[in-house]
């Protein structure tokens, strides 16, 4: 209850280490209705308004049905709504690094994405806020519909009754694979397998919680990234914001 009113229970390093500028988290996603139906679709938005990534504010819009490129006007409303908060919050200081957690992205998708979402979008949005405004962008695009398995070799690793990869898991580099794709035959798993590294786009897969059944690691691609943020980085700021979900009041 704490943090849903805007109080602040614990904060992460973002990005590892601490970043002397301001930076705003904001995650979004998209929820279609029912394939026969007329409703529209709701983009929802939350950017995070402190450095840590554990206080922010949230806001809903509505757009055309089933359409997958989130609307210009969308955003256009959510950052002007978020950074006007941000800014708020902060004695009139803008985010000078912004982060996107894109959600509901889809296999193809991510050049269409990155040309009307960032370029034509959040670019655009931002200039009109104001028109010397450049932040440093980085943009992620994520999948949880990965069909990519990833099994421990040795049974020590094994977790639960599931017999899954332990919680945090990161597998990335040669062998990762994208969605929908067979990776090698056989991966030894390990607690981060990293084995190269993109300075433009890289992706892995992160299985951040713990499950009954086979564990459906997410995977993470990112398309853009003006903050230089690494790979080793980026997976544990995101692990760590896996774990700020806060729908339930049991860990």
């Known amino acids: 209850m704490n943090t849903k009113l805007g109080g602040e229970n614990w904060r992460i390093d973002v990005p590892l280490p601490d970043s002397p500028v301001p930076i705003m988290i904001v ?3 998209i929820s279609h209705a029912e394939p026969e139906s007329t409703d529209p679709s709701l983009v929802g938005f939350v950017g995070s308004t ?3 990534g554990t206080q922010y504010v949230n806001n809903v819009f509505h757009q055309d049905p089933r359409l997958a490129i989130i609307h210009y006007q969308t955003f256009k409303a959510a950052l002007q709504f978020l950074i006007g908060q ?3 919050r902060n004695n009139g200081a803008k985010p000078e ?3 996107f957690y894109r959600g509901g992205a889809s296999e193809g998708a991510t050049q269409a ?3 009307n979402e960032l370029a034509d979008g959040i ?6 806020i104001d028109d010397t405004y450049r932040p440093g962008i980085t943009f992620i695009c994520s ?3 990965s069909k990519q398995k990833y099994f421990c070799k040795d049974e020590k690793d094994m977790d639960g009754m599931g017999q899954n990869i332990p919680a945090g898991t990161v597998v990335a580099g040669y062998g990762n694979g994208v969605p929908g794709k067979l990776g090698p035959s056989k991966l030894d798993v390990v607690a981060l397998f990293i084995c190269c590294y993109f300075k433009e786009s890289y992706s892995f897969h992160l299985a951040s919680q713990a499950a009954c059944g086979t564990v459906n690691p997410t995977f993470y691609q990112v398309i853009h990234d003006d903050n230089e943020i690494e790979l080793q980085n980026c997976s544990e700021m995101t692990y760590a914001l896996s774990l700020a979900t806060m ?3 049991r860990a």
């Open 86 to 88: 941000f800014i708020n």
């Open 113 to 115: 994405i990155l040309k």
């Open 97 to 99: 690094k912004i982060i």
């Open 27 to 29: 995650g979004v996603s």
């Open 247 to 249: 729908r339930s009041n």
């Open 123 to 128: 670019r655009k949005a931002l200039m009109e």
């Open 143 to 145: 999948i949880r519909g």
């Open 50 to 52: 402190a450095q840590g």
